[in-house]
């Protein structure tokens, strides 16, 4: 994922899915997904410009990062939320969630946004903690 694709992501000019990263396979697996490529499409950041317009490119070239190295629990079974704070980040964190598609083929973020690092703290205690928060 680059700044160019999200830049024409957010203008509308992309119709496929960009890629965003992979994601480790015992986490595609956790989901029973065939694929572990996590891909961003047009339709959700549609919507995440409605819900969370404070939300800009900068920020959604943090989701590789999110992903890759923030806390990961199961969801839903087809869901997986990330949650991610470092003091990189400034005074709050992320939470992204992805999702697996009915036919197992894909993985899409369908959600991401600003969340306070004491919301982040209160999820480390929950259960189906899939990957510990590195940082």
Do not use: W
């Amino acid at each position: 994922m680059n700044e160019q694709d999200l830049l024409e992501l957010f203008e509308d000019r992309f119709v496929e899915p960009i890629f965003v990263c992979h994601i480790e396979r015992p986490l595609a697996d956790v989901l029973g997904s065939l694929t572990n490529t996590v891909v961003l499409s047009a339709s959700t950041i549609e919507k995440q410009q409605q819900e969370h317009p404070e939300l800009g490119i900068d920020e959604y070239l943090r989701l590789p990062t999110i992903l890759s190295s923030g806390l990961a629990y199961q969801h839903q079974l087809t869901r997986i939320r990330f949650v991610y704070h470092s003091s990189k980040a400034g005074h709050h964190g992320y939470q992204a969630v992805i999702k697996r598609t009915e036919d197992r083929r894909e993985l899409f973020v369908i959600s991401f946004h600003r969340m306070r690092p004491r919301k982040i703290m209160a999820l480390a205690g929950r259960p189906l903690i899939i990957r510990q928060l590195y940082s």
